[in-house]
């Protein structure tokens, strides 16, 4: 099982047999979040029990260091997308991540 490729965020890199799909999340979050800090962490837990042979990287944006994002998400933190795909809002539903690694 794997996270869907054609979202616009897996990034094909050459291994020793084929291809291997790199996920990559951004998490929008800010500091002193305890929020962020557990979808942060629930991510990771959940990649590590349902997909341990699946790549993933995790870009987390400090929405305070840019006003413009800041305006956009203030109080919607936290927010995690693959690619420009919004998956999750404030929790971490691992019922949603499921349905993208289904579609991979």
């Known amino acids: 099982m794997r996270l869907s490729s054609g979202i616009g965020s897996a990034q094909p890199t050459k291994g020793k047999i084929g291809i291997t799909i790199i996920v990559n999340f951004t ?8 929020l962020c800090e557990k979808m942060q962490q ?6 590590q ?7 993933y990287t995790i870009k987390v944006i400090d929405i305070d260091a840019n006003p413009e994002l800041l305006k956009k998400y203030d109080w919607e933190v936290p927010l995690l997308f693959i690619g420009d795909q919004e998956v999750c809002r404030h929790h971490l539903e691992s019922s949603v991540l499921e349905k993208y690694a289904q579609r991979g």
């Open 42 to 47: 629930d991510l990771r837990v959940y990649m």
């Open 49 to 55: 029990e349902n997909l341990p042979q699946q790549k």
């Open 27 to 34: 998490l929008y979050s800010r500091q002193w979040c305890s």
